[in-house]
């Protein structure tokens, strides 16, 4: 089974950065469409951002233009930049491989990251 690591996350004011790190145990990672996720307290787990194998990406409308996803595949590694980011962008963040907008393998631990002043 595919094991995933999530780092990166924090506490940051609104406005400010943060870059994410997802590290993916998976054979032959460069196949998979991977995706980040993330889930608010007391609310659903949603895809904001997927990268494909030929490297196409779509974004959700709220992170659209303000988060970039990108990944490198001879490190296994997917990233999420995070720009401009806002009070509502607080959740904990997961990557997976993309299944029909949900995940392919067990999720990992995720990482925190919270926007505040």
């Known amino acids: 089974q595919v094991q995933l690591v999530e780092s990166g996350g924090g506490l940051v004011q609104p406005g400010g950065s943060l870059r994410l790190s997802c590290a993916a145990s998976?054979?032959?990672?460069?196949?998979?469409?991977m995706a980040w996720f993330r889930q608010p307290l007391g609310k659903q787990r949603e895809m904001i951002a997927l990268?494909?194998?030929?490297?196409?990406?779509d974004y959700a409308d709220s992170v659209e233009g303000r988060f970039t996803i990108f990944r490198d595949n001879a490190k296994k590694t997917l990233y999420l930049q995070m720009n401009s980011l806002k009070p509502e962008d607080t959740a904990v963040y997961y990557c997976?491989?993309?299944?029909?907008?949900?995940?392919?393998?067990?999720w990992g631990q995720g990482t925190q990251v919270t926007v505040s002043s």
């Open positions: 997976n491989a993309d299944l029909n907008g949900s995940g392919l393998w067990n």
């Open positions: 998976a054979s032959i990672f460069s196949i998979y469409t």
């Open positions: 990268i494909r194998a030929n490297s196409r990406t």
